[in-house]
């Protein structure tokens, strides 16, 4: 294997992958009509565009992207549930189940998630957990989990109770967490679903709630939400080229407007930047005794990350757990990792491996090594 010094010696050093501005647009481009708004990157988290993000407020329906969630992390969507009469005749939207009616878990979510049924959420706090209280207390433990702290539930469908709120922020980490879930995820990027009605020949039609899934390019959910003291609260996901990304808004009276918006300019200032796909990053390390000067180490993870369109300089750092490797070196073998930075962070790491098996000087192994590698 062939390889020059400076070939070693570029990997020692801090490699630029690109050079670019920061002047991305600003913020206050945007004129949104939501007391408060949040635009993230899913894959990070990393806030691309912000407006009283933090401020505690109630969610109204959108509440379900949790529901949905632990529902579906919990039970067994093929399971049938039989409605309880706490099920029944609850305020708000609704599929109209009726006592003792047989419905499964997995139609109850899309009753949840398109036509946004409080009966539907009630059926499946109870099927769930056993009570609504129940219920509600897992959705925050899973909150917990998250890292949330300024979250918290106390029924599975989001009307009114002064100790159920969250901000723009937490609740696009939920829905991050959600979409992550491919049954979810599924869900609610569906526009129009048939079910059955018990005992019925006639199926209740569904239709998704979120004029987002016609309205934008792209988008891929996820949930409306209103009450009059809520206001218009809104919570869409969008994908393109590799970028996914979530605009919530809490109170928002022109929120179809708002989140076109917020996922333009998300669209139009970040890209998803693939450095390296599995195995395309390569690094030559020193071999000490072996038939081979160098071998090269390759990343096992996909190096992407979301950065502005115009930005500053993206670089790459090796670290390696030794200066070089002693003979035999065994192909798959740890040997360091790789780091992406931008503005001075880490942004994406991998690990690097041995990409072969290199024998040592004279090894009479060396032959069998060839045949059984």
């Known amino acids: 294997m062939k390889k ?4 070693m010696m570029s990997l020692l050093l801090i490699l630029s992958c690109a050079v670019f501005r920061t002047d991305a647009a600003p913020e206050a481009a945007l004129s949104l009509s939501a007391r ?7 894959d990070s988290g990393n806030i691309l565009y912000s407006k009283n993000h933090t401020e505690i407020m109630e969610m109204a329906s959108t509440t379900k992207i949790m529901t949905a969630l632990v529902a579906a992390e919990s039970s067994d969507l093929k399971r049938t549930v039989k409605v309880t009469p706490e099920a029944v005749g609850v305020e708000g939207s609704s599929i109209y189940l009726h006592e003792g009616e047989r419905i499964t ?9 398109l036509q946004s049924a409080n009966d539907a959420a009630t059926a499946i ?33 989001g009307l009114n109770d002064e100790e159920h709120y969250t901000t723009a922020y937490e609740l696009a980490i939920i829905t991050a967490h959600a979409l992550s879930n491919d049954t979810v995820r599924e869900i609610v990027s569906t526009y129009k679903k048939a079910i059955p009605i018990d005992s019925d020949c006639n199926p209740r039609i569904l239709v998704n709630h979120n004029k987002m899934l016609r309205l934008y390019d792209g988008a891929i959910g996820v949930k409306t939400g209103f009450t009059k003291r809520a206001g218009r609260c809104l919570v869409s996901a969008a994908e393109r080229d ?13 929120d179809w407007q708002d989140h076109t918006k917020m996922l333009d300019f ?16 390569s690094y030559a390390l020193p071999v000490t005794g072996g038939q081979e000067e160098f071998v090269t180490l390759t990343n096992t993870e996909e190096l992407r990350f979301t950065v502005p369109r115009d930005r500053d300089k993206i670089e790459c750092q090796v670290e390696t757990f030794h200066r070089f490797e002693f003979a035999p070196v065994h192909r798959g073998a740890d040997a360091g990792k790789v780091y992406c930075f931008y503005n001075g962070e880490v942004v994406d790491s991998s ?13 009479d192994s060396s032959f069998l090594n060839g045949i059984f590698k």
Do not use: K, Q, W
Not at 36 to 42: G, K, M, Q
Not at 147 to 154: K, P
């Open 4 to 7: 020059t010094l400076a070939c």
């Open 36 to 42: 408060s708004a949040v635009l993230i990157d899913a």
């Open 105 to 113: 878990m997995e139609e109850l979510l899309y009753s949840l998630l």
């Open 125 to 157: 706090a109870i099927a769930v957990a056993g009570s609504v209280e129940a219920f509600a207390d897992m959705m925050n433990e899973r909150a917990c989990e998250m890292g949330l702290e300024d979250t918290h539930f106390t029924n599975p469908h």
């Open 242 to 254: 590799g970028l996914t990304l979530i605009a919530v808004t809490l109170n928002a009276p022109d």
């Open 266 to 281: 998300g669209f139009e200032s970040y890209e998803s930047l693939l450095v390296a796909e599995v195995g395309a990053f």
């Open 351 to 363: 690990v690097l491996i041995c990409a072969e098996n290199i024998n040592r000087i004279n090894d």
